[in-house]
């Protein structure tokens, strides 16, 4: 008996693991980086970058960032405001597997949190 309920420990242990990998997606591939590249006028600039190590590709990805309104952007064509903190990553096109975007900013550090997206897993 009391190897019995062991066994089915471990399936059920098992079969929960699974349930929380699949759940997490590529949440943990999701690399976001933030880079000091120099001082302009005073004030630092930063090379932000999110890489897709997931073996899907991200669509709609959407990025959370409180201070975004605090920095100077220089390039606004990777991230564009959707509402409140949340921003649009590429325009909503795909960031394929193995690759990424960044773009650069100058100010203070930004709080950046991935919000949501979409994988499409082939
Ligand atoms: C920002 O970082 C990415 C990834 O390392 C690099 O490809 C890109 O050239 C950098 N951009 C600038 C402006 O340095
Ligand atoms: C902004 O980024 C896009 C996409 O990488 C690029 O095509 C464009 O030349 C950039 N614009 C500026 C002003 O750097």
Redesign the pocket.
């Given at each position: 008996m009391a190897t019995f309920i062991k066994v089915l420990g471990l399936v059920l242990c098992l079969a929960l693991m699974c349930e929380g990998i699949e759940s997490l997606g590529c949440d943990s591939d999701i690399v976001i980086n933030q880079?000091k590249?120099g001082i302009i006028k005073g004030q630092q600039v930063w090379?932000a970058?999110l890489t897709n190590t997931c073996a899907c590709t991200l669509l709609d990805m959407k990025l959370s960032i409180p201070n975004f309104n605090y920095v100077i952007k220089i390039n606004t064509t990777i991230i564009s405001k959707s509402h409140d903190d949340i921003y649009d990553v590429n325009g909503g096109q795909p960031i394929y597997s193995n690759s990424g975007i960044?773009f650069?900013y100058v100010g203070k550090s930004l709080d950046v949190i991935i919000n949501d997206y979409t994988e499409a897993c082939s």
């Open positions: 880079a590249l090379n970058t960044f650069t």
